[in-house]
């Protein structure tokens, strides 16, 4: 569930960049909204458990708040699990936040559920669930539907061999919207430069600084976390904000909140 590597990093040219994003150590000061401003994040919260393995969903809770984000990709998610104290962690999130869960278990897990989830400020149009391959344990995908965007979320395979297995039908998914810009977020456990991130730029547009790094959250030095949009939807509709750089207590709490440091991306509808 959680990939470490030593592999160097390799910087990802990004011919055709739609959002200039501020994530990682960006941000947390809040998004600059305006009626059409939205602010995507994404953030791989290890079921709340921190970086001095404390389990503490208010410090990822404080994290999202002062993010102000329109809709979160949340990752690592126990549902009633033993492991969690049989908590419904996304359930507890959304009520910490003031925002609407929607859960996509991946696997069965420790007398409950293990996934993926989404939290959003306004209800969705529509949701829908896939699962993904992962050899050495079974993913899945969620897409929630939106008036103007619909936003998906995903912890990708450990290995290359699943994400691979994954793609055609994450792309699939976009295809199901065909008229509204489809974003993907998540952990995809692979770096810049990869065959993976190699093969995914053909088909979506990477909106994170992969100059960025990710994890470990205390001291990250691996990019693995995104948040991309796909080729085929019309995006021109957006256009790119930048956010202020985050205050010293919020850099304080994210080195500690998760072992991953959270994303974020803001866009602007021109409409």
């Given at each position: 569930?959680?990939?470490?590597?030593?592999?160097?990093?390799?910087?990802?040219?990004?011919?055709?960049?739609?959002?200039?994003?501020?994530?990682?150590?960006?941000?947390?000061?809040?998004?600059?909204?305006?009626?059409?401003?939205?602010?995507?994040?994404?953030?791989?919260?290890?079921?709340?458990?921190?970086?001095?393995?404390?389990?503490?969903?208010?410090?990822?809770?404080?994290?999202?708040?002062?993010?102000?984000?329109?809709?979160?990709?949340?990752?690592?998610?126990?549902?009633?699990?033993?492991?969690?104290?049989?908590?419904?962690?996304?359930?507890?999130?959304?009520?910490?936040?003031?925002?609407i869960p929607l859960y996509a278990p991946a696997i069965r897990?420790?007398?409950?559920?293990?996934?993926?989830?989404?939290?959003?400020?306004?209800?969705?149009?529509?949701?829908?669930?896939?699962?993904?391959?992962?050899?050495?344990?079974?993913?899945?995908?969620?897409?929630?539907?939106?008036?103007?965007?619909?936003?998906?979320?995903?912890?990708?395979?450990?290995?290359?061999?699943?994400?691979?297995?994954?793609?055609?039908?994450?792309?699939?998914?976009?295809?199901?919207?065909?008229?509204?810009?489809?974003?993907?977020?998540?952990?995809?456990?692979?770096?810049?430069?990869?065959?993976?991130?190699e093969e995914l730029s053909k088909t979506f547009d990477i909106?994170?600084?992969?100059?960025?790094?990710?994890?470990?959250?205390?001291?990250?030095?691996?990019?693995?976390?995104?948040?991309?949009?796909?080729?085929?939807?019309?995006?021109?509709?957006?256009?790119?904000?930048?956010?202020?750089?985050?205050?010293?207590?919020?850099?304080?709490?994210?080195?500690?909140?998760?072992?991953?440091?959270?994303?974020?991306?803001?866009?602007?509808?021109?409409?």
């Open positions: 569930m959680i990939r470490k590597s030593n592999l160097s990093h390799v910087r990802l040219t990004n011919a055709f960049v739609i959002v200039v994003a501020l994530c990682s150590v960006l941000a947390l000061s809040g998004c600059r909204k305006g009626d059409s401003t939205y602010c995507f994040v994404s953030y791989n919260v290890r079921n709340g458990i921190g970086m001095d393995n404390r389990s503490e969903l208010q410090r990822v809770a404080d994290v999202l708040n002062q993010c102000k984000a329109d809709v979160v990709a949340l990752q690592e998610i126990d549902s009633m699990t033993v492991r969690s104290g049989n908590r419904d962690v996304l359930g507890e999130l959304a009520s910490l936040t003031g925002m897990f420790d007398g409950g559920k293990y996934g993926v989830g989404i939290l959003c400020r306004k209800a969705p149009l529509s949701v829908r669930r896939t699962p993904l391959p992962g050899p050495e344990e079974q993913r899945t995908l969620i897409a929630a539907e939106f008036d103007d965007y619909v936003f998906a979320c995903t912890h990708l395979s450990l290995r290359e061999e699943g994400r691979m297995q994954s793609l055609p039908l994450i792309a699939d998914m976009a295809k199901h919207f065909p008229k509204k810009p489809f974003f993907l977020a998540g952990d995809f456990n692979a770096e810049p430069g990869e065959p993976f991130m909106l994170t600084d992969t100059t960025r790094r990710t994890y470990p959250a205390d001291n990250p030095d691996i990019t693995i976390d995104y948040i991309v949009s796909y080729k085929g939807a019309d995006v021109s509709r957006f256009k790119a904000t930048q956010e202020s750089f985050l205050e010293e207590t919020s850099r304080e709490l994210i080195s500690v909140a998760s072992d991953h440091r959270p994303v974020v991306v803001t866009l602007k509808n021109k409409r």
